[in-house]
């Protein structure tokens, strides 16, 4: 390399170093980011049975949840999340609307796309769900959810 050309391969390193310092770079998102919107209830299961839903939605916006069934709110909480076990931990706790406000369930959860499942124990501070599914006297329910645009889509 001659003397001439070595300021012009410094500036372009420095050049390289700069752009690539100054690059950021974007995380990628979270369940809970991809969590946020309206969901509604496809799937109910309690016990081993299958329950009638109605027209059940959920609307997440960060760890902020809102429960509306029939066109009211029926609960609203905060929803805790823990992806470094499997199958991944949620805690929901009910914060109003509800007889059951401040309380706390121990849940399951899975994230596919637009559909979200869940399992729950539905006894406050119950024994969390190993698995999905429910059987005759567990006291645990299992949901599936599938994303809707926003509960001005949701039927009326």
């Not at 003397?3 to 990628?28: C, D, K, N, W």
Request: charged residues 25%.
């Amino acid at each position: 390399m001659t003397l001439a050309s070595r300021p012009a391969a410094l500036a372009l390193a420095i050049l390289g170093i700069t752009a690539v310092a100054g690059r950021t770079e974007t995380p990628a998102p979270t369940d809970m980011d991809r969590l946020k919107g309206s969901w509604q209830m496809v799937l109910l299961e309690r016990d081993g049975k299958l329950v009638a839903t109605g027209t059940t939605y959920v609307t997440i916006d960060g760890p902020a949840v809102t429960t509306m069934k029939n066109g009211k709110s029926v609960e609203t909480g905060r929803l805790a999340l823990d992806r470094a076990v499997t199958p991944h931990h949620y805690d929901f706790t009910i914060t109003a609307d509800s007889a059951e406000a401040g309380r706390t369930f121990p849940g399951i959860y899975r994230l596919e796309g637009d559909t979200f499942e869940t399992c729950v124990s539905v006894v406050h501070d119950g024994k969390r769900p190993a698995s999905f599914g429910t059987e005759p006297g567990s006291r645990t329910q299992r949901i599936v959810w599938r994303r809707i645009g926003s509960m001005l889509d949701a039927p009326r």
